[in-house]
Antibody
Framework: EELLLESGGGLVQPGGSLRLSCEAS????????MSWVRQAPGKGLEWVSSISGSGGKSYFADSVKGRFTVSRDNSRNTVYLQMNSLRVEDAAVYYC????????????????WGQGTLVIVSS | SYELTQPPSVSVSPGQTARITCSGDALSKAYAYWYQQKAGQAPLLIIYKDIERPSGIPGRFSGYSSGTTVTLIISGVQAEDEADYYCQSADSSGTLVFGGGTKLTVL
C-alpha cells in the first residue's frame, strides 16, 4: 500500500520559517516526482511545488517562488518543503502528493495524496 | 499563467446525472485531471488524461473532452458522491493549475 505521511506543520509568526517533511512508503520513491499542494481554510487547491524523482529539477508556483525551496532525500524516502519569509496568506493545509512519472511536465498530475499537515501563520 | 474555470456549485437529485465543466484555453492542448474531495479528507484522483479512470473508482464516474472544455460526468449520483470536485491541468514548463472547484450537492 502506498502511503504518504506529512509532518512539520504548526504555528509560526509572519516572516518566520518552517520545514515540512513527507515520508513515503509502498513504492520505489526515486522513480517518481513529488509535489506539494496547499489548501487555505475554506478555499480551493493550489499547487505549490514539484520536484523530479532524481531531485535535479524543481518547480514553484509564482506565489512562493523565491521564498520556498523543495528537496528530497531518496535514501530516506522523504521530500521536504522549506518555507521561509512566511506570510499570513501561506496558512493552509499542505498536502504531499505522488506524481506517476519521474519528471514534471505537461502530463503531470497527482496520483496519490497524503492526509496533510496544517500550517498556521499568525502573530 | 493560465486559468481553469469551474462552476461554483452543481445540484442533482439521487439517481440523476451530474455534469461538472472545466474550461480553459490550455485544455485544447493538454490533458485534464479530476479530483474528488470529501469534507475533512484529502483529495482523491478520479479521472486522469481526460477520460481514464483509476482502478477502484466506480464506473459511474467518466470524463469527456471537447475543445477547451472538459466535463466530469457522474451517472446515477449517490448521496456519497456529495463532495468538492477539482479539475487540474499542466503545461510543458512544469506549471500546474487547479480549477476553483465545484461543490456537488445531492438533494
Amino acid at each position: 500500500e502506498e502511503l504518504l505521511l506529512e509532518s512539520g506543520g504548526g504555528l509560526v509568526q509572519p516572516g518566520g520559517s518552517l520545514r515540512l517533511s513527507c515520508e513515503a512508503s509502498g513504492f520505489i520513491f526515486s522513480d517518481y516526482a513529488m509535489s506539494w499542494v496547499r489548501q487555505a481554510p475554506g478555499k480551493g487547491l493550489e499547487w505549490v511545488s514539484s520536484i523530479s524523482g532524481s531531485g535535479g529539477k524543481s518547480y514553484f508556483a509564482d506565489s512562493v517562488k523565491g521564498r520556498f525551496t523543495v528537496s528530497r532525500d531518496n535514501s530516506r524516502n522523504t521530500v521536504y518543503l522549506q518555507m521561509n519569509s512566511l506570510r499570513v496568506e501561506d496558512a493552509a493545509v499542505y498536502y504531499c502528493a505522488k506524481v506517476p512519472t519521474p519528471t514534471v511536465g505537461s502530463t503531470t498530475y497527482f496520483q496519490h495524496w497524503g492526509q496533510g499537515t496544517l500550517v498556521i501563520v499568525s502573530s | 499563467s493560465y486559468e481553469l474555470t469551474q462552476p461554483p456549485s452543481v445540484s442533482v437529485s439521487p439517481g440523476q446525472t451530474a455534469r461538472i465543466t472545466c474550461s480553459g484555453d490550455a485544455l485544447s492542448k493538454a490533458y485534464a485531471y479530476w479530483y474528488q474531495q470529501k469534507a475533512g479528507q484529502a483529495p482523491l484522483l478520479i479521472i486522469y488524461k481526460d477520460i481514464e479512470r483509476p482502478s477502484g473508482i466506480p464506473g459511474r464516474f467518466s470524463g469527456y473532452s471537447s475543445g477547451t472544455t472538459v466535463t466530469l460526468i457522474i451517472s446515477g449520483v449517490q448521496a456519497e458522491d456529495e463532495a468538492d470536485y477539482y479539475c487540474q491541468s499542466a503545461d510543458s514548463s512544469g506549471t500546474l493549475v487547479f480549477g476553483g472547484g465545484t461543490k456537488l450537492t445531492v438533494l
